[in-house]
């Protein structure tokens, strides 16, 4: 079986949860199968590997456009496969068109949703619906939809109604439970200023709207003085968002002085570091398919405090791995926070019951590593993804 993976990130361009995702799969089905990654960006020397420009034509054009140019360069060139899988709307179109062109069945992975995001307007303009229209005609038409959660399951039903759910699977993100593990060293901390020993809240993300991070920030007002945090927090989707979160950490900064905001995107061997020495770790969401951050957290045995929304609840066990915090959020595709300054103090109540009882996190920290390890791991989701190749290409 061939299998083509369509995607916009891969090694070593990656920048969110979708890239990390198509590289380890990548690496589990590849003993298994014939795997083809056609990826965008620049040259990669891997076997098996290819990568995709915008056209020249397009370099100037709004990013939807160009990134559709990409996407009909990809889909002249998966004919001979057997399937195409793509991963994101960036993908999407080109796996769409590769199925009409070459006749064979598109599978997609759903780690997000256009409809769920419409603050993306203000990032791309009219290039949101040139997004918009790419993903739903993809998701209309694929043989298979993988979601990523039960959450996301309902998501992709409800923002796409016509869309038969009998051809929508769930298959959870996964953890490499080897490389994601406890990391000692310190350098990664003291190198920045950052006291391994100081009871410590870390926060790694993008600066978007859906991660929630203006929420998080005034919920720290609300805490001890003496809790350290740590930002691992870039690429802001606008100079509007990247204004607002600079401006509360700023001001935190001011008010505590134990604030580190680190921009750039550490290699893993730090970002392990930073985690295994934190108290907990916060994911103050208002949209999140699953949250890779969180397994990653937990497997290097940190306990989680979350919003109770998307796919959170299928892998943070409330009161056993961390805490959910409830969220009750508006229905128009935004999921603003219907009670903000609520969800803002129950946060703040649930950070400051985690960081007030160390030996408690600890034992939580403990489970989270056992639940990541337990129900996490690739090998199980590659062969849960293989069965939907199966199923598809029988069907």
């Known amino acids: 079986m061939r299998v083509d993976l369509l995607t916009k990130e891969y090694p070593p361009e990656i920048y969110g949860g979708a890239g990390v995702h198509v590289a380890e799969l990548t690496r589990v089905l590849r003993p298994q199968i014939d795997v083809q990654v056609r990826a965008f960006g620049e040259d990669r020397d891997e076997p098996g590997t290819h990568s995709y420009r915008a056209p020249a034509e397009l370099a100037r054009a709004n990013a939807a456009l160009s990134t559709m140019g990409t996407d009909l360069l990809i889909a002249q060139d998966c004919e001979g496969a057997d399937l195409v899988h793509s991963h994101t709307w960036y993908a999407n179109f080109a796996g769409h068109l590769a199925s009409l062109l070459h006749g064979m069945p598109h599978v997609l992975s759903a780690h997000s949703l256009e409809p769920l995001r419409p603050w993306k307007a203000e990032q791309l303009g009219g290039g949101y619906r040139l997004s918009s229209f790419a993903e739903r005609t993809a998701y209309e038409a694929a043989a298979g939809i993988i979601a990523v959660s039960g959450g996301m399951r309902a998501d992709i039903l409800r923002a796409y109604p016509s869309v038969d759910p009998a051809r929508v699977h769930v298959v959870h993100n996964g953890i490499d439970i080897d490389t994601w593990s406890p990391n000692p060293e310190t350098s990664a901390l003291t190198s920045r200023g950052i006291d391994p020993e100081a009871p410590t809240i870390v926060f790694v993300g993008r600066i978007t709207r859906?991660?929630?991070?203006?929420?998080?920030?005034?919920?720290?007002?609300?805490?001890?003085?003496?809790?350290?945090?740590?930002?691992?927090?870039?690429?802001?989707?606008?100079?509007?968002?990247?204004?607002?979160?600079?401006?509360?950490?700023?001001?935190?900064?001011?008010?505590?002085?134990?604030?580190?905001?680190?921009?750039?995107?550490?290699?893993?061997?730090?970002?392990?570091?930073?985690?295994?020495?934190?108290?907990?770790?916060?994911?103050?969401?208002?949209?999140?398919?699953?949250?890779i951050v969180n397994l990653e957290a937990m497997a290097c045995g940190i306990p989680v405090v979350a919003s109770?929304?998307?796919?959170?609840?299928?892998?943070?066990?409330?009161?056993?791995?961390?805490?959910?915090?409830?969220?009750?959020?508006?229905?128009?595709?935004?999921?603003?926070?219907?009670?903000?300054?609520?969800?803002?103090?129950?946060?703040?109540?649930?950070?400051?019951?985690?960081?007030?009882?160390?030996?408690?996190?600890?034992?939580?920290?403990?489970?989270?590593?056992?639940?990541?390890?337990?129900?996490?791991?690739?090998?199980?989701i590659a062969e849960r993804t293989l069965d939907v190749y199966r199923a598809v290409l029988e069907g």
């Open 308 to 380: 109770a929304t998307g796919g959170i609840p299928e892998v943070v066990v409330d009161g056993e791995t961390g805490y959910l915090v409830p969220l009750d959020q508006a229905e128009d595709g935004t999921g603003t926070p219907l009670r903000p300054e609520e969800f803002v103090a129950d946060l703040a109540a649930a950070l400051e019951r985690m960081v007030s009882d160390p030996q408690r996190a600890r034992a939580m920290g403990e489970a989270s590593r056992r639940r990541a390890a337990e129900h996490f791991a690739w090998t199980s």
């Open 210 to 291: 859906q991660k929630g991070l203006p929420y998080f920030l005034r919920a720290v007002r609300e805490l001890p003085r003496e809790i350290q945090l740590v930002l691992c927090a870039g690429a802001p989707d606008t100079p509007e968002i990247a204004a607002e979160v600079s401006g509360l950490v700023e001001e935190l900064a001011a008010e505590r002085g134990n604030v580190h905001l680190i921009s750039e995107m550490l290699p893993r061997h730090e970002l392990t570091q930073i985690l295994t020495h934190a108290t907990t770790f916060v994911c103050p969401s208002i949209y999140e398919p699953l949250g």
